[in-house]
């Protein structure tokens, strides 16, 4: 075929040589495999990508709650221990009944290591959370030594009382007397109808 290919007609397809149709037919598959890469196989490759990293994901959160479910024994025994602390803890708060109580173990505990009191008053108190602080105001003389016992002992007093901001001065005349000044506090437990009240 001597003609140029520009002169070629499509529908002359029939009429051109084996080699010309086979090189069009060439072309044309290639442009459908082209467009078959493009359409199909490129968009089903993301698909199958964000597939691959969805089972990642789902691996991994599987892995964390097959451990979390492994790790529930553990957590019931942390549970029933800290309810156990809780139990000790409340128990360790005075009643309202138990402030007197309280108080008389305090002086008494003054009272063993020397110390004289001048004021022990309880002050009003204050709801901090499901708790009700109670503070006190101490103030008692004697020596240093005394003191410290007297506050490892209140440190060792079935209910809880803190001590905090005191201060410590000489008293005028005495050089081995003190005047010991500390406010303390103590909590009491609430039951949840008696804080919304």
Sequence with gaps: ???????????????????????????????????????????????????????????????IKAEQVAALPNVDEQLEELQKFYSHLTKQLPAEDELALLLAGINDTGLQYNLNFEKLNWNKGKHVGWLYQVPLDIELTGEYADMGQFSAALARLPRIVALQDFTLLREKDKTDQLRFSVGAHTYRYEKQEEVSQ
């Design 1 to 63: 075929m001597g003609a140029d290919w520009r002169d070629w007609e499509i529908d002359e397809i029939p009429e051109w040589s084996a080699t010309a149709q086979n090189v069009l037919l060439g072309v044309l598959g290639i442009i459908v495999l082209a467009a078959a890469v493009f359409f199909v196989v490129l968009p089903a490759q993301q698909e199958v990508e964000l597939a691959r990293q969805d089972e990642s994901l789902l691996r991994t959160q599987f892995r």
